[in-house]
């Protein structure tokens, strides 16, 4: 008996926990995923847009089924893919609020409009994620395709 033969062959094996391999993205492959999905075409091929146009009765940040370009099916799994995206829609959307609050006290210092920016401030926090959501799925998307490659089942 060797030393690594420590689990018997007939043991059930673990589940996985994911559909798609993990992968180790480069720093240009995410760059490049995230540029596409902040221009919110398809993070994959950089051509179909990802997101419906707005229109009234149709949910704000609506999402095409596949892209027009490369056939990508964006919605990756069946149930609720995109809820992900609230957590990026957050971090994103509080982060750009506060690079923006940051530098307009830098560019109006001394002379900073405290009321102004507080109740501008508030009215942002409560807005930019609401604006922002549409984004933020697409990024989302991105960010999934960055770790979890995208597999040739999904063009199909
Ligand atoms: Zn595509």
């Given at each position: ?43 994959e091929c950089g051509g179909g847009s990802v997101l419906k146009s707005w229109r009234p009765g149709r949910p704000w940040g609506d ?62 926090m409560v807005l930019l994620p609401v604006l922002w959501y549409p984004v933020a799925r697409v990024l989302w998307l991105a960010l ?13």
């Open positions: 008996m060797s030393a690594h033969d420590w689990s018997s062959s007939d043991a059930p094996r673990e589940p996985r926990t994911t559909e798609t391999a993990l992968a180790m993205p480069s720093l240009g492959r995410l760059l490049r995923m995230v540029f596409r999905a902040l221009r919110l075409r398809c993070p999402v095409h089924t596949r892209c027009a370009v490369c056939n990508f099916r964006f919605e990756r799994s069946d149930d609720r893919y995109f809820a992900g995206a609230m957590l990026v829609n957050l971090l994103t959307a509080e982060l750009l609020f506060a690079v923006s609050f940051v530098t307009a006290i830098i560019l109006l210092w001394p002379d900073v409009p405290w009321d102004a920016m507080t109740y501008g401030g508030a009215a942002a999934d395709l960055v770790f979890r490659p995208a597999q040739p089942e999904e063009f199909r």
